[in-house]
């Protein structure tokens, strides 16, 4: 199973990215998808998780700003990020709860993408 990020950059404070992340091996279904992030000397915290269903959860520090989506069919989860602010930068990582074949429910982690926000 690998999942591959992309869509991090350079971007003014103000602006907005979109970052991608898409699953793929050997995948019978994902529960849960979800964007964390890290910023250096702090710990990796919650961003945003989608389950399959829909339904979503959002850190406090991105309501009204982040949107997470998914594709089911893909295996992809998005993240739209407005409004950035300097705050916001950090290295993004996209993290799945999945159900392997033949290994069971297992979380995997993306290798993660820098995004940089410039007052």
């Known amino acids: 199973v690998q999942l591959v990020e992309s869509g991090g950059g350079l ?3 103000g602006g907005s990215l979109r970052l991608s992340c898409a699953a793929s091996g050997r995948i019978l ?3 849960v998808m979800g964007w ?7 710990q990796r915290e919650l961003v945003a998780t989608i389950t399959s ?16 989506s998914r594709d089911n069919a893909k295996n992809t989860v998005y993240l739209q990020m407005n409004s950035l602010e300097p705050e916001d930068t950090a290295v993004y990582y996209c993290n799945a709860n999945l159900l392997e074949i033949a290994a069971g429910w297992r ?3 993306g290798q993660g993408t820098q995004v940089t926000v410039s007052s």
């Open 11 to 13: 971007v003014q404070a």
């Open 29 to 31: 279904s994902i529960r």
């Open 36 to 42: 964390y992030r890290q910023a250096p000397g702090n």
């Open 53 to 68: 269903g829909g339904t979503t959860n959002y850190a406090d520090s991105v309501k009204g700003r982040f949107t997470i």
């Open 107 to 109: 979380d995997y982690w």
